[in-house]
């Protein structure tokens, strides 16, 4: 196997006494992960060996969730650990560049310094001859997805990311790039990669799966925990994933965690963690929007996710209320709107213009430059009596993740941004970012199939009335200070998965916890009781740890002045790093590796940007395939680097589930997809598109009419096509649904009657 330069992503040294190339052995990557209810405590270790007669400097960079707290990092060397203690960034960065200096062993983990979902670990003097184990601990968060799956995601695979032109991003300034000439690093042979998982806790265990791993699931007879692991090694072109379905996943479910009474600050208290699905009600939709859907159509998106881009269109087209306004904005290497004016009311006439672009649009606009299109919406005010929302598709990645959110949230009180990122790789910096600084919600898609599933989550939440006014409070005995982590109150959307924390006193007993907000003129209250309160000790305080990882996204999202230092406070006292800390540790114990005075001891590497269109793109690590070339001619469609071998096929594993691979058929040939291309703007069908679509002539149809009129007994028959035909995708059709029956309504038709007999009709025929 012929394997590339690794530039910027993945493993990578540098030798100090040598000039020519140098391979580093990766012998092995190993993941445990246990899961508890909604939390993920995951441990990572990387074994390296050195097999040259000089120390190397390693570098590797590793994708991580960017709501992941990462906040244990130590390495094992000839019998010897270093534990590496949580630091202010530059001073943790000094005292790695002393003791490499010095010929010490020593190792630092951060932030990059331009994505929060991307983690620099660097292993300093790796001796002569020695293998070196990095251990790397974190804690997730897992939210339960529309379909009712508990999602575990382990990022193992990063996409190249794209940098406009005059980015700030494109100042690439890791305090390591000191020097020049010093030698890549590369891994020429396969190594081991393996995950391993235990699933435990209160839940009762219905099934474990996953769309990209064979795996092998042996659940208890109690249901109640279960051991996967994989029926063959893994892949390293896709993110590492597993789906968890609970017997009951929409209980309130609430944590109480024991604090560290010799602690300081957060980890000094105990810490409540709250599960929570509100239900707001469903008369709570509002034509009183101005929806913007922007799409990515770099060259990344083409193929089979473009397809479901169109698929998922047509479906937000239907969906929308008549009476509302909208827009479409298309990006790439450059941008274009719909309605270049500004967003027109939703009517027969600009449906049809949408459906026209709908129909034609393709991957064909080039690389990522997604900033520019979100400043050119913020240029335009909102719709005066119009809530604007804005919602997002796109699956690249880019590094201007800051100026991004900080450009959002500067607006999000007058435009939500809702955001879906999809495929493998994808940013969970930027998807999840631009929806927090949105007040919006965000969604990860890894099969293509499940895009418009998920899309349509997020338009129904864009929809609803917002819930706005939220207060969270707690009856406590004694009476006590109770503290929301973070402070901010939590952003309340329908039966989606709301996770908050809270700091409480140790002596105190909690007797409930009050949710409240106001929904239009109407008041909502959700209450937790204290039975729903379970009491647990977690020696790696967990909850704890999500907690401050969840309040340091929160402050740099707020763009608050002066709370750098409470940043770092909270970073220090928990672990926990942030773009301000770090984790450094140096080996004391062990003998200095001899260097040469003139050479300088830190890894560096000056980064080979390739231009195309006044853009940089940075490839990322693994083995280069064919046409895997980032020239100026195909930005942003090659294929991202990646380790290891080609993905197999799915073959049947005892105790493994199925991975399908059906793929996603275009509008024009999905049997859904044809029944929603032909509702009108108004939620109505005509009679001769319905009798095509059921295989009826329109003259019999029009035969069994029991409505008023034509149009309302064919919408009452696209309704039960819908039903027979297409129960399962409900989630995707529920809103043009919901415009049908008040159409039906505002007919003055008897809805209820003319639902049966469409029924009946339907049922007599195959």
């Known amino acids: 196997m012929t394997m590339s330069p690794l530039y910027g992503w993945g493993l990578w040294g540098t030798c100090l006494q040598e000039i020519e190339q140098k391979e580093v052995d ?24 050195n097999n040259y007669k000089d120390p190397l400097q390693v570098r590797y960079k590793v994708p991580v969730d960017e709501g992941a707290a990462v906040y244990k990092f130590e390495a094992h060397l000839d019998g010897r650990t270093i534990t ?67 999602s575990f995601v382990l990022p193992t695979f990063l996409k190249p990311r794209y940098s406009p032109a005059n980015s700030p991003a494109n100042s690439f300034h890791d305090t390591e790039e000191i020097a020049k000439g010093q030698n890549i690093m590369f891994v020429r042979k396969q190594y081991a990669y393996e995950v391993k998982a235990r699933v435990v806790g209160a839940h009762r265990i219905a099934q474990i799966t996953s769309h990209s791993e064979l795996l092998s699931v042996d659940i208890s007879e109690d249901a109640l925990s279960a051991e996967v692991s994989q029926c063959r090694s893994s892949n390293y072109d896709r993110d590492w ?25 957060l980890m000094k208290d105990d810490l409540l963690m709250v599960n929570l699905f509100p239900e707001v009600p469903a008369s709570s939709f509002s034509n009183k929007n101005e929806v913007i859907f922007v799409v990515d159509r770099s060259g990344s998106m083409q193929g089979e996710t473009m397809q479901s881009a169109r698929a998922t269109l047509l479906l937000f087209l239907k969906s929308l209320p008549v009476g509302c306004f909208f827009n479409i904005v298309s990006f790439g290497s450059s941008f274009s709107f719909l309605f270049p004016s500004g967003s027109e009311m939703y009517n027969e006439e600009t449906l049809a213009k949408a459906s026209a672009l709908q129909q034609n649009m393709q991957a ?42 900080e450009l959002v949230s500067r607006h999000a009180h007058e435009s939500r941004v809702f955001a879906v990122g999809i495929g493998h790789g994808a940013s969970t910096s930027l998807i999840r970012g631009v929806a927090r600084a949105g007040k919006g919600r965000s969604e990860m898609v890894f099969q293509q199939d499940k895009i418009q599933h998920k899309v349509m989550g997020l338009v129904t939440s864009m929809l ?71 009491v647990v000790h977690d020696e790696e305080m967990s909850l704890h740890r999500l907690a401050a990882r969840a309040q340091i996204n929160q402050w740099q999202v707020d763009q608050e002045e002066d709370i750098s230092d409470d940043m770092i406070s909270l970073s220090l006292a928990t672990g926990v790093i942030s773009r301000l800390t770090a984790l450094v540790g140096v080996d004391h114990e062990g003998n200095a590796v001899a260097r040469e005075e003139k050479q300088d001891c830190m890894p560096h590497m000056m980064m080979k940007s390739r231009r195309c269109g006044g853009a940089r793109l940075r ?6 395939p064919k046409s895997a070339l980032f020239g100026c001619s195909q930005p942003e469609s090659a294929q991202a680097y990646q380790f290891g071998a080609s993905l197999g096929s799915a073959e049947a594993c005892r105790g493994s589930s199925k991975v399908s691979s059906d793929s996603v058929q275009p509008a024009d040939g999905d049997p859904l ?10 939620g109505s069908w005509l009679l001769e598109d319905v009798a095509e679509l059921c295989g009826v002539a329109c003259a019999v149809l029009g035969e069994r009419n029991p409505a008023k009129t034509e149009a309302a007994w064919a919408t009452a028959l696209a309704l039960a096509l819908l039903e027979k035909r297409h129960a399962e995708a409900r989630d995707q059709w529920s809103l043009l649904a919901t415009k049908a029956r008040a159409f039906l309504s505002g007919c003055q038709e008897d809805a209820q009657a003319l639902a049966e007999a469409a029924r009946a009709l339907l049922e007599a025929r195959p």
């Open 364 to 405: 064909d606009m080039g690389g990522t430059e997604i900033f520019q299109p979100f400043k050119a919406i913020y240029s335009q005010p909102p719709k005066a009596g119009y809530a604007r929302q804005i919602l997002l598709i796109s699956d690249g990645s880019v590094w201007n993740v800051d100026q991004m959110t």
């Open 673 to 682: 997809m044809a029944i929603v291309s032909k509702q009108r703007f108004d």
């Open 84 to 150: 590496a203690h949580c630091m202010e960034k530059k001073a943790a960065e000094k005292v790695y560049k002393d003791a490499v200096k010095a010929g010490q062993t020593a190792v630092l983990a951060r932030e990059d310094s331009n994505s929060s979902d991307v983690l620099n670990l660097l292993l300093g003097n790796l001796p002569p001859g020695t293998q070196a184990e990095l251990k790397l601990s974190l804690v997730m968060e897992l939210k339960v997805q529309t379909d009712g799956g508990v």
């Open 464 to 534: 609803q009335d917002s819930v706005h006014n939220v207060r969270v409070s707690c009856e406590v005995e004694p009476t006590s200070r109770v503290r929301l982590v973070p402070k901010v109150p939590p952003i309340i959307f329908g039966g989606q998965h709301l996770i908050l924390y809270a700091r409480i006193p140790a002596d105190t007993v909690v007797k409930s916890v009050n949710i409240q907000g106001s929904l239009s003129s109407k008041d909502l209250n959700f209450v937790v009781k204290d039975s729903d309160i379970k």
């Open 241 to 265: 994933t597993m789906l968890i379905y609970y017997a009951d996943p929409y209980k309130t479910h609430v944590l109480r965690e024991t604090g560290d009474r010799s602690g300081v600050g």
């Open 26 to 49: 990766l012998v092995s990557v190993k993941t445990h992960v246990e899961i508890r209810g909604f939390v993920a405590q995951v441990s990572s270790s990387l074994t390296y060996l």
């Open 619 to 624: 490839p990322m690590f693994g083995s280069q």
